[in-house]
């Protein structure tokens, strides 16, 4: 038994290592380059929002600090809350001469559409700016995050540049879930230097940062041609490669954070829907990676129970600095490595819920609206 949890062991430490490393070696992004005096990289930035009134302020807030000065459309998508009453009162206290802020109304949400996408598309009317951002109310930014992305379109020659934030951890709860699933998601997304120069086969991006050449975004369909899509930043990111444009994805190394969710249930609960989405459709990616994520604890609860102690010690220890090694290049704190084999059994307990909800068609809602899953083999695949 000593022999077989060595080997768990090992195959845990190769398993993080390769996420790590490639995390590690992840392209940085270029400097930020020099800003032209009449605005030519002049940056319209849209934020859909909805029941956003403990994140919206603080998320504008660094957006107005960026160095590249863009105008911000806030679209509020029906919130129920004081969303619309916060931007507002912030508004009010900016200098009216050059005022970069304002408020809209998504209005009411047609049939086939995500509220999201309808709330982007509504934004969009009447923005002549050659670069659009979109991003998130629960994002926090960086002062040269957008100048920063804004290089890396042009060394790269991009049409859409898509970063991916460092996850923010404030609850024991998110800090079982969390690293595990980014740690998963990469794993899935293989090479960094590929997708970051806009050279991987199956393009992917993060709509928490969507950085888009408008006449780009206007050649692949616009909003409108991800209308009903329920990922539809993956669904954006191919509609650009299909029209011929170039799709970036990067690590922001430290320059955009984000908090998806707070609290154990609603990182649950988040979770759940999202792996039904992405992993739902492909059963084989799913299955395997339960397996990988249960055999070691499994194996650990067995050793424990029959007091073959130096085994269990083995992959424990492994188990642990396998989880230090995920934490550690996201970002995260390591001390929550202790959680393991909890981290990874919740993670494989969570992706069992979410391929029997993606079975069911029926997925945990998004701020009281339904979520549909896409067939297999369907475009909710990432």
């Known amino acids: 038994m000593l022999i077989a949890a060595g080997a768990l062991a090992a195959m845990l430490l190769v398993r993080a290592g390769r996420i790590a490393w490639g995390r590690w070696r992840a ?7 020099v800003e032209a005096p009449d605005g030519a990289a002049a940056v319209a930035v849209l934020l859909p929002v909805r029941d956003e009134e403990a ?41 009216a001469p050059g005022r970069r802020l304002e408020l809209r109304a998504a209005g009411d949400l047609p049939a086939g559409w995500g509220g999201k996408v309808h709330a982007l598309d509504r934004g969009l009317d009447g923005v002549e700016a050659p670069w659009i951002l979109t991003t998130d109310a629960d994002t926090r930014h960086a002062p040269e995050a957008l100048a920063r992305a804004l290089a890396a379109a042009e060394r790269h020659d991009l049409d859409l540049v898509s970063l991916a934030a460092r996850q923010e ?19 899935a997304l293989g090479d960094w230097r590929a997708h970051a120069a806009g050279r991987a086969a199956a393009p992917v991006a993060n709509g928490q940062y969507l950085l888009m050449r408008r006449s780009a975004l206007l050649a692949a369909g ?5 209308r009903g899509e329920a990922l539809d930043d993956v669904a954006l990111a191919r509609a650009f490669a299909a029209a011929g444009s170039r799709v970036g994805f990067l690590r922001a190394h430290g320059l955009l954070s984000v908090r998806m969710y707070r609290g154990l249930a609603a990182t649950w609960r988040g979770w759940r829907r999202n792996l039904a989405l992405i992993f739902g459709p492909r059963p084989t990616a799913l299955w395997t990676a339960v397996a990988g994520l249960a055999l070691p604890g499994i194996f650990l609860l067995a050793a424990l129970t029959t007091g073959e102690w130096r085994a269990a010690a083995a992959v424990w220890a492994g188990g642990v600095v396998a989880s230090a090694l995920i934490r550690a290049s996201g970002g995260q704190p390591t ?48």
């Open 27 to 33: 392209p940085a992004l270029p400097p930020a380059g």
């Open 169 to 187: 951890v404030g609850s024991l709860g998110e800090a079982l879930l969390t690293p595990g699933v980014f740690a998963l998601l990469d794993a």
């Open 222 to 226: 616009g909003f409108s041609g991800v």
């Open 335 to 382: 001390r929550h490595a202790l959680l393991w084999p909890g981290d990874d059994l919740g993670l494989a307990a969570l992706l069992v819920q979410a391929r029997r909800d993606h079975r069911r068609r029926r997925l945990a809602p998004w701020k009281g609206r339904p979520v549909a899953p896409a067939q297999e083999g369907g475009s909710g695949a990432s």
């Open 55 to 95: 994140d919206v302020v603080p998320c504008v807030e660094t957006l107005l600090a960026q160095t590249r000065r863009p105008r911000i459309r806030v679209i509020d998508d029906g919130s129920g809350d004081r969303t619309a009453e916060r931007v507002r009162a912030l508004i009010a206290t900016l200098p």
